[in-house]
C-alpha cells in the first residue's frame, strides 16, 4: 500500500511538472490532427466511437478553433499566407468507410473540413474502404483527398523505383478518379528518410506528414510535418485529446522518455511515467 502511494505521488508531480512546462515553454503552432477509423464496433488503439469524434470536434468548435485546408496550411508556411486566430487541420490516414459513414456527417453538421489520405489500390476494392463515389461526395463537402500510396508499402523498406511507383501511381490514380490535384501524402507508418522526401518532392507532392507528435511551427520541414494523433489508447480519449493538442512536445518527451525506459530493461520505471 505504501509503494502504491508513493507511486501515485510521483506520477502526480511529474503530471504537474509536464503541465506546468507545457505553460511556461510551449510554442505556438499549428496542430494537424491524425484520425484512423470512427465506429463503435472496432476496439483498438486506431479507433474512436463516433461519440468521442462528435466530442472532439465540438471540443475544437467550443474552443475557438478553425478548420483550414493542406493547402492553407502550405500557402502559410510557403508564404506566410494569413491564417485564422486558432487554426487546426484534420487528417485522417488508410481511407476507412466509416469516415464516410461516421465521421463525414458530423464534420458536415459543424461545417469542419478535413482531408483524408487514400491507400488508393483499396479503394472501392475491399468492403472496409471507401468507394470512389463515396469520396467524390464528400469532396463537395469540404473533404479533401491526398496519399497515402498505392498499397500502403512502407516506404523506408522499398527500392527507389518502388518508392516512385507507390508515389507517382496512387496519386495519378486519385486525380484521375477525384478530378482533383493531389499535392499532399502522408508517410505510411510515418516512416521516411532524406531521399524519400527528395523523391517525394520531385514527384510533385507539395508537403508530407508523419505521425512524429506536434505542432507545426515557422520553418518547419515542408517534407516531415508533424501531426497530433488522436489515437493511442481506449480510455480518458478526450482529457486525453486536449492534453495532446495543448501540450504536443510534452506529451512527445514523456512517451519518448517511456519508451526509453522500455528499452533500456526498466519496465515498471516506464509504468511510472504518465502519458497523454
Known amino acids: 500500500m505504501r509503494a502504491l502511494k508513493i507511486r501515485l505521488v510521483i506520477a502526480i508531480l511529474l503530471i504537474a511538472v509536464a503541465v506546468l512546462a507545457c505553460l511556461l515553454f510551449e510554442p505556438p503552432g499549428i496542430p494537424v490532427l491524425n484520425y484512423h477509423q470512427i ?23 467550443n474552443a ?4 483550414i485546408t493542406a493547402d492553407e496550411l502550405a500557402d502559410a508556411l510557403e508564404n506566410g499566407a494569413p491564417l485564422p486566430e486558432k487554426p487546426v487541420l484534420i ?3 488508410d481511407g476507412y468507410i466509416d469516415n464516410y459513414e461516421n465521421a463525414y456527417p458530423i464534420l458536415k453538421e459543424r461545417g469542419m473540413k478535413a482531408m483524408i489520405f487514400l491507400i488508393s489500390d483499396y479503394v472501392g476494392q475491399y468492403p472496409n474502404y471507401l468507394t470512389w463515389e ?13 496519399s497515402h500510396t498505392l498499397s500502403h508499402a512502407v516506404l523506408t523498406q522499398c527500392t527507389p523505383a518502388e518508392v516512385k511507383k507507390q508515389l507517382a501511381e496512387s496519386r495519378r490514380a486519385i486525380e484521375w478518379r477525384l478530378g482533383q490535384p493531389v499535392r499532399f501524402l502522408a508517410y505510411p507508418c510515418g516512416f521516411t528518410t532524406g531521399v524519400i522526401e527528395e523523391q517525394v518532392r520531385d514527384a510533385g507532392y507539395r508537403a508530407a506528414f508523419t505521425v512524429d507528435l506536434g505542432y507545426i511551427l515557422p520553418g518547419d520541414d515542408l517534407y516531415r510535418l508533424h501531426r497530433v494523433p488522436a489515437f493511442g489508447a481506449n480510455t480518458h480519449m478526450l482529457l486525453r485529446f486536449q492534453a495532446r493538442l495543448r501540450c504536443p512536445r510534452i506529451a512527445a518527451s514523456l512517451e519518448n522518455f517511456q519508451r526509453a525506459l522500455m ?13 497523454f
Do not use: C, H
Open 39 to 61: 465506429n463503435n464496433r472496432d476496439v483498438n488503439p486506431l479507433t474512436l466511437t463516433t461519440e468521442e469524434f462528435a466530442a472532439e470536434m465540438d471540443f475544437l468548435k
Open 64 to 67: 475557438g478553433y478553425t478548420t
Open 91 to 93: 487528417t485522417f490516414d
Open 134 to 146: 463515396q469520396a467524390r461526395t464528400m469532396q463537395k463537402d469540404g473533404i479533401s483527398f491526398g
Open 263 to 275: 528499452d533500456a530493461g526498466y519496465p515498471k520505471l516506464a509504468e511510472w511515467v504518465p502519458s
